[in-house]
């Protein structure tokens, strides 16, 4: 009788921390990314290498976006909806980079330092792309050098134009 009144508070307590936690679809975009690092850093704690590969992957393609938003709220009138199918058209991070981000950022400040974030974003994208497309996995080394790649073109872009930001990870 016990077992299950603790059993239901425990539950209990899961759904109050569901309640309060922001759904996915209300984070920013600074948000999504932390939650996606917050994620790979687990997968890669309990040796989930591919996995892992995968969320690094995913906060990098994030950061692409929030960079790219950001060119745009700053150098047009488009609204988010037609951001957003930009988004969609560019399909992928490498996509992102070299069909928005890079000739956005011609002529600017931060294309330099992207394009060299951009050969970064290709070794990550390019492994991502083995794993979900060829159904290839990966070993500790190789996840921990994408995560490392990855962590580089994050911070590296996001930076740009978030200087505080910073990912939390004990991998």
């Known amino acids: 009788m016990q077992s299950a009144y603790f059993k239901e508070a425990a539950l209990s307590e899961g759904r109050r921390k569901l309640s309060r936690r922001k759904q996915y679809e209300q984070r920013t975009e600074l948000e999504r990314i932390e939650s996606q690092w ?3 850093t687990g997968l890669h ?6 996995a892992a590969v995968v969320r690094a992957a995913t906060a990098a393609e994030i ?3 929030l960079a ?18 930009f988004l969609k058209w560019a399909n992928g991070l490498d996509g992102k980079m070299s069909k928005l981000l890079l000739p956005l950022l011609e002529g600017q400040e931060h294309h330099a330092a992207v394009s060299r974030l951009y050969r970064l974003a290709k070794a990550v994208n390019e492994k991502r792309n083995a794993i979900a497309h060829r159904g290839e996995f990966c070993n500790e080394a190789e996840a921990s050098a994408v995560v490392a790649k990855s962590k580089e073109f994050v911070l590296g872009l996001v ?12 991998c």
Not at 68 to 85: A, G, Y
Request: charged share 40%; hydrophobic share 25%; net charge positive.
């Open 63 to 65: 950061s692409a976006n």
């Open 68 to 85: 790219i938003r950001r060119e745009f709220s700053t150098r047009s009138q488009f609204d988010e909806k037609l951001v957003n199918s």
């Open 159 to 170: 930076r740009l134009y978030e200087p505080n930001f910073t990912l939390r990870d004990e």
């Open 38 to 40: 917050k994620k790979m």
């Open 45 to 50: 704690t309990r040796e989930e290498w591919s």
